[in-house]
C-alpha cells in the first residue's frame, strides 16, 4: 500500500521554465512532508520541508505548496537550471517523535538547456 | 567533514552468507538510520537508533540486525542473506529526528546471487 504516490515517473522541462513536482498522499494522520533530491550513484540530499499547519513554504527557487484538503503537494522549482536535473521524492511523517518516513517513488527530472 | 560515509560501496553476496554494512558519520549526530531503494520504491526504512546504544525497527527489518555501539557509528548485518535483500542501501544521520534535514550516504550496492 503506497502512502505516498509520485504518479509521474519522469518530467522534462526547458532551462528558465518553472518545473513542478507533485506528491499526492493518502494517510490522513501525515503532519510533515520533506522533499529530498538525488543524483545518480549518490545518496538523497534535503530540499524543502512542510508543516500540515502551512500551505506554503519558500526557500530560494524552490517552493512547496501543501493542500491537505485534496492530500496533494507540490514543488516548484522556478526558474529550472540543468543541475536541478535529478530524481525528486517526496516523503512524509505522522508525528514528531515517529522516526518512520514515508518516502514516494520519485520522479525523475530532466532539464533541457 | 566527511558527513556520512558508507562501506564497501559495492558488494556481491551468495546466498546464504552474512556480512555487515558499516556507517560512520562526523557530525554528532545523535539518530542514524538504514534504508534500503529497490527499483520502482521509494527508500524504505530498515533499522534506526535515536543514540548510542539503542536501536528500533522500521518498516522492513526482517532478515536484518543493527547495532550503535559508538555514537559515531551505526553496523547493518545480514546473517544469511538472501536475494530479495538485493537492493541499495543507504544510511543517514539527523541531529534531531526525521523532520529535521537527514544527510545521507553515498549508498552500498549489494547484489545477493
Known amino acids: 500500500d503506497q502512502q505516498v504516490k509520485q504518479n509521474s515517473p519522469s518530467l522534462s522541462v526547458q532551462e528558465g521554465r518553472i518545473s513542478i513536482l507533485n506528491c499526492d498522499y493518502t494517510?490522513?494522520?501525515?503532519?510533515?512532508f520533506l522533499w529530498y533530491k538525488k543524483y545518480p550513484a549518490e545518496g538523497p540530499t534535503f530540499l524543502i520541508s512542510i508543516s500540515s499547519i502551512k500551505d506554503k513554504n519558500e526557500d530560494g527557487r524552490f517552493t512547496v505548496f501543501l493542500n491537505k484538503s485534496a492530500k496533494h503537494l507540490s514543488l516548484h522549482i522556478v526558474p529550472s537550471q540543468p543541475g536541478d536535473s535529478a530524481v525528486y521524492f517526496c516523503?512524509?511523517?505522522?508525528?514528531?517523535?515517529?522516526?518512520?518516513?514515508?518516502f514516494g517513488t520519485g520522479t525523475r527530472l530532466t532539464i533541457i538547456p | 567533514n566527511a558527513g556520512v560515509t558508507q562501506t564497501p560501496k559495492f558488494r556481491v553476496l551468495k546466498t546464504g552468507q552474512s556480512m555487515t554494512l558499516l556507517c560512520a558519520q562526523d557530525?554528532?549526530?545523535?539518530?542514524m538510520y538504514w534504508y534500503r531503494q529497490d527499483p520502482g520504491m521509494g527508500l524504505r526504512l530498515i533499522h534506526y537508533s535515536v543514540g548510542e546504544g539503542t536501536t528500533a525497527k522500521g518498516e522492513v527489518p526482517d532478515g536484518y540486525n543493527v547495532s550503535r555501539l559508538k555514537k559515531q557509528n551505526f553496523l547493518l548485518g545480514l546473517e544469511s542473506a538472501a536475494p530479495s535483500q538485493t537492493s541499495v542501501y543507504f544510511c543517514a544521520s539527523t541531529k534531531g529526528g526525521v523532520q529535521n534535514e537527514q544527510y545521507f550516504g553515498p549508498g552500498t550496492r549489494l547484489t545477493v546471487t
Open positions: 516523503a512524509a511523517i505522522t508525528n514528531f517523535g515517529n522516526e518512520k518516513l514515508t
Open positions: 494517510n490522513s494522520m501525515f503532519d510533515y
Open positions: 557530525m554528532n549526530h545523535e539518530y
